[in-house]
């Protein structure tokens, strides 16, 4: 059994910050890619941000040059820092990962519970 733990979240003030954590527990063997989406009321869930093993990343267009994904292979964690937030940043904060407990029989998607930010004054 794979399971995604998020922490982090909270209530924030406009132009403040907070930092999201994801930790991955039980057997899986191999991650390819891990990152962050979220939902908003009334709106389809959206990407945050994601990083591959090797460190590539990609970001959504409306939270570029004021969040930072990073991860730890060796720990399977995965942190979002949020900085400079805005009302519109307020959702549901998923951790996502796509791994394999047995890579021959292919990868998946894990999703963890979500984590609420809610940035207002």
């Known amino acids: 059994q794979v399971q995604l733990v998020e922490s982090g979240g909270g209530l924030v003030q406009p132009g403040g910050s907070l930092r999201l954590s994801c930790a991955v527990s039980?057997?899986?063997?191999?991650?390819?890619?891990m990152g962050w989406y979220r939902q908003a009321p009334g709106k389809e869930r959206e990407l945050v941000a994601r990083i591959t093993t090797f460190g590539m990343t990609n970001y959504a267009d409306s939270v570029k040059g004021r969040f930072t994904i990073s991860r730890d292979n060796a720990k399977n964690t995965v942190d979002l820092q949020m900085n400079s937030l805005k009302p519109e940043d307020t959702a549901v904060y998923y951790c996502?990962?796509?791994?394999?407990?047995?890579?021959?029989?292919?990868?998946?998607?894990?999703w963890g519970q979500g984590t609420q930010v809610t940035v207002s004054s």
């Open positions: 996502n990962v796509m791994g394999s407990m047995q890579p021959s029989l292919g990868y998946r998607d894990y």
């Open positions: 039980g057997y899986i063997v191999s991650i390819i890619r």
